[in-house]
């Protein structure tokens, strides 16, 4: 399926949309009391008067939080693999990843930073992206549906089943350890749910799952990380 590229780096941005803010130019606003005009105006009619609906975040979590409040937090809090440019809202600069390259607009190939740690010290690579997408997904939150269906899942298989499964996780499960995943989406979310809360990228039978190339998300090296819609 062909989508376009520029709704796929906008969900990209962490995971990832702006503060809303509505800007209202007021000219004159007269208002009667008791037979009394009061005029509500700027100093400059030209001026334009910021008007916003305030209200605190309910979540530090990216995979979980989902309104304005919220993403206020998470672009002071954290980077993403790509980011918005402030001078131009319309283009995407290098964050987490020094660049990205396609040739079909549905393969999407990033190469990470090599000097990039979380606050606890692990280091960020592919399998650490690879890990947060398919968390993302997997808990089939506001973020992960709104952002990643038809595009890292199938809607289809999440109306009829129930799980938010990446595209082809079934197959790559199956295909390292034989267990029969391809057709069976309930074993495949307990198996994949299983691997995300123990994660070890060490471990040979993880990383050849996430090595699997036929996959939304395909850890090709340890700092490039492959996108397939």
Same mark, same amino acid.
Request: net charge negative; aromatic share 14%; with cysteine.
């Given at each position: 399926?062909?989508?376009?590229?520029?709704?796929?780096?906008?969900?990209?941005?962490?995971?990832?949309?702006?503060?809303?803010?509505?800007? /209202?130019?007021? @000219?004159?606003?007269? &208002? =009667?009391?008791?037979? #009394?005009?009061?005029?509500?105006?700027?100093?400059?009619?030209?001026?334009?008067?910021?008007?916003?609906?305030?209200?605190?975040?309910?979540?530090?979590?990216?995979?979980?939080?989902?309104?304005?409040?919220?993403?206020?937090?998470?672009?002071?809090?954290?980077?993403?693999?790509?980011?918005?440019?402030?001078?131009?809202?319309?283009?995407?600069?290098?964050?987490?990843?020094?660049?990205?390259?396609?040739?079909?607009?549905?393969?999407?190939?990033?190469?990470?930073?090599?000097?990039?740690?979380?606050?606890?010290?692990?280091?960020?690579?592919?399998?650490? /992206?690879?890990? @947060?997408?398919?968390? &993302? =997904?997997?808990?089939? #939150?506001?973020?992960?549906?709104?952002?990643?269906?038809?595009?890292?899942?199938?809607?289809?298989?999440?109306?009829?089943?129930?799980?938010?499964?990446?595209?082809?996780?079934?197959?790559?499960?199956?295909?390292?350890?034989?267990?029969?995943?391809?057709?069976?989406?309930?074993?495949?979310?307990?198996?994949?749910?299983?691997?995300?809360?123990?994660?070890?990228?060490?471990?040979?039978?993880?990383?050849?799952?996430?090595?699997?190339?036929?996959?939304?998300?395909?850890?090709?090296?340890?700092?490039?990380?492959?996108?397939?819609?």
């Amino acid at each position: 399926m062909k989508y376009s590229s520029k709704k796929f780096l906008g969900f990209l941005l962490t995971s990832v949309t702006l503060f809303t803010i509505l800007l /209202v130019s007021i @000219s004159a606003v007269s &208002t =009667i009391v008791h037979s #009394q005009t009061i005029i509500i105006q700027p100093k400059n009619s030209s001026e334009l008067i910021d008007v916003a609906w305030t209200y605190p975040p309910d979540a530090l979590d990216p995979a979980t939080g989902f309104c304005d409040p919220d993403q206020v937090i998470f672009n002071v809090v954290y980077q993403q693999l790509v980011e918005p440019n402030v001078s131009n809202p319309l283009q995407v600069v290098p964050g987490l990843a020094y660049n990205w390259t396609t040739t079909n607009y549905q393969n999407w190939t990033f190469y990470l930073r090599n000097n990039a740690y979380f606050s606890d010290g692990v280091k960020i690579n592919a399998t650490t /992206v690879w890990f @947060s997408f398919y968390r &993302t =997904i997997l808990m089939g #939150q506001g973020p992960g549906v709104n952002n990643y269906i038809n595009l890292l899942f199938n809607s289809t298989q999440y109306e009829d089943t129930g799980f938010a499964l990446p595209w082809g996780v079934g197959n790559a499960i199956e295909n390292v350890t034989g267990l029969p995943t391809s057709n069976n989406a309930n074993l495949t979310a307990t198996i994949l749910a299983s691997i995300l809360s123990h994660f070890n990228a060490n471990n040979q039978t993880i990383l050849k799952i996430m090595e699997y190339p036929y996959q939304a998300v395909v850890v090709k090296g340890p700092y490039e990380v492959q996108f397939n819609l």
